[in-house]
């Protein structure tokens, strides 16, 4: 079992930042590819951002590209989502997720485990 904790999350401005945390414990966190998705009400939940266990691939959402970076320290068991010029639809739910894939996934169904979210409201 792989616990995760999220942080970070909270109300900002249009054009702002936010840096989410995600804490892991339980199993060896570099023996997984991790994502970030978010959920907004009424709707699916949606690919954020996605990192292999080394950290040598990363993959995006379109709509997030070039304004969103994803990281991870293996040593430190956290992996993070660096948000900057945020829009009102990024509003939603984030949720990290640890893959047993090793060079990470886009789609829910390939994640093992799942924190509890952080909600992220950005205001106009």
């Known amino acids: 079992q792989v616990q995760l904790v999220e942080s970070g999350g909270g109300l900002v401005q249009t054009g702002g930042s936010l840096r989410l945390s995600c804490a892991a414990s339980g199993r060896t966190f570099s023996n997984y590819a991790m994502g970030w998705f978010r959920q907004a009400p009424g709707k699916e939940r949606d690919f954020v951002a996605a990192?292999?266990?080394?950290?040598?691939?990363?993959y995006y959402g379109h709509s997030v590209k070039g304004r969103f970076t994803i990281s991870r320290d293996n040593a430190k068991n956290t992996v993070f989502l660096q948000m900057n010029s945020l829009k009102a639809e990024d509003t939603a739910v984030y949720y990290c997720?640890?893959?047993?894939?090793?060079?990470?996934?886009?789609?829910?169904?390939?994640?093992?485990?799942w924190g509890q979210g952080t909600q992220v409201t950005v205001s106009s």
């Open positions: 990192i292999s266990r080394s950290g040598g691939n990363i």
């Open positions: 997720a640890a893959s047993g894939l090793p060079l990470g996934a886009t789609r829910p169904s390939d994640y093992l485990y």
